[in-house]
C-alpha cells in the first residue's frame, strides 16, 4: 500500500512524497518522488540513553553533595549537560541529514558519517539492475521498516537505504519508474 498522507508523513519526517526540497546536485527538470529517513522507531536508543543520562545527571549532586562543594557540582552540571546535549545534537544530525531521495531520473543517497564528512551516492535509471528489500525481525515487521539495496550496473557504487519506512511501497515506486523508462 502506497502511503500519500502527507499529513502522516510530516509528523514522522521520514517517508516524504514529493517534498518541496532542493539538494546540492538537484537538476532543473527532476522532480522529486520521495524523500527517505531511517524509521523514527530506530531513533529510540538514543533517546531513551539521553533520557537517562539526564537523570543519573539531576542525582549526581546528591551524591556528590557531601564530596564536594557547590561550585564543583555545578561545573561538573554543567558539563554533564553540556555533554548530553553534544549527543543529542550530533544524532539527530545524523538521523536528520542522512536521506534517501528517489527522482523521476536517479536515485540519490546522502550519507553524513559525521558532521564534516558526507557521502552522496547516485544511481541513475537506466543504471538499476536490481532491487532487494531486507527487512527481519519482530519490531522491523510491526513497524514496517526494513533496508533497500539497489544494484547498478557494472562498477557503479551501490544504494543503500537502511531502515526506511514503507520499503516494499518505496520497491513498488521505483519499479514503476524502471517500468517507464525501459517503456514497459
Known amino acids: 500500500m502506497e502511503n ?37 522507531f530506530t531513533q529510540l536508543y538514543w533517546i531513551i540513553n539521553s533520557i537517562i543520562f539526564f537523570i543519573i545527571s539531576i542525582f549526581i549532586p546528591t551524591i556528590l553533595g557531601s564530596f564536594l562543594n557547590f561550585t564543583q557540582t555545578l561545573f561538573i552540571n554543567f558539563f554533564a549537560f553540556v555533554a548530553i546535549l553534544s549527543y543529542i545534537l550530533f544524532n539527530f544530525i545524523n538521523w536528520y541529514f542522512n536521506v534517501g531521495i528517489i527522482t523521476n531520473k536517479r536515485i540519490i543517497d546522502i550519507d553524513f558519517t559525521n ?30 521498516f526494513g533496508t533497500i539495496f539497489v544494484q547498478t550496473a557494472g562498477s557503479d557504487a551501490n544504494v543503500e537505504f537502511n531502515d526506511v519506512p514503507y520499503p516494499s511501497d518505496v520497491v513498488q515506486i521505483v519499479n514503476k519508474l524502471l517500468s517507464r523508462k525501459n517503456g514497459n
Not at 9 to 32: C, G, Q, V
Not at 116 to 143: N, W
Request: no cysteine; glycine share 2%.
Open 4 to 40: 500519500n498522507n502527507n499529513s502522516v508523513n510530516r509528523a514522522f519526517f521520514s517517508y516524504l512524497t514529493h517534498p518541496k526540497i532542493n539538494f546540492e546536485t538537484h537538476e532543473p527538470t527532476e522532480k522529486i518522488l520521495l524523500l527517505l529517513r531511517a524509521h523514527p
Open 115 to 144: 558532521i564534516l564528512y558526507k557521502e552522496i551516492t547516485v544511481a541513475r535509471l537506466d543504471k538499476i539492475q536490481d532491487l532487494t528489500v531486507k527487512s527481519g525481525g519482530y519490531f522491523e515487521a510491526m513497524f514496517d
